[in-house]
Each structure stands twice: as C-alpha cells, then as structure tokens.
C-alpha cells in the first residue's frame, strides 16, 4: 500500500483493508454513509483554475478557495443532473 491519510488511520479504526480503495470509503464513512458491499464511494476535490491560455492552466486553489459546503452541494448537485442526463 502506499503511504497516505487513509493508509495511517488504519489501525486506528481497527481496519486491515482486503481492497485498498484510498480514502474515498473513510469519508463516506466520516459523513455517516453507510456502503454496501457491492457500492463503491468516489471522492472529488473542487478546485479553481485560471485559464491564462489554451496551453496555460494555473491551478490557483487545491480547495476551491474553501468554498462554503452549501455551494459545493449544488456545485455537485448540478454536474450530477447533468451526468445522469447523458447517461442511455
């Protein structure tokens, strides 16, 4: 396993992973979201770019500029009515 958060707080949560799928399935697990064993969980990060060119793209923020949770829920919210819309 690589090094990582997720890989650290493994014997903390009495947790030996058989799959090891990083740390998406502890922060489902950290927002009370219980998985099935056949769910998968996903995790995104939202960030903001600058567009200084179509060849130059400057990742200004890892996080958004911490961008308030309400707006990322609709953030996130919009891209999956716009994902299940292109979906057969």
């Known amino acids: 396993m690589e090094p990582g958060s997720d890989v650290a707080i493994c014997p903390y949560s009495a947790t030996i992973p058989v799959y090891h799928t990083r740390r998406a399935p502890f922060e489902a ?3 009370h979201v219980e998985l099935k064993p ?3 969980a996903f995790r995104m990060n939202l960030v903001t770019l600058e567009f200084n ?3 130059e793209i400057i990742m ?3 996080s958004s500029g911490d961008l308030p949770s ?3 829920t609709q953030i996130v919210v919009t891209l999956k009515k716009e994902l299940d819309s292109r979906t057969p």
């Open 29 to 31: 697990a950290s927002m």
């Open 38 to 40: 056949e769910e998968v």
């Open 53 to 55: 060119s179509d060849h």
């Open 60 to 62: 200004v923020s890892h």
């Open 70 to 72: 309400v707006d990322a």
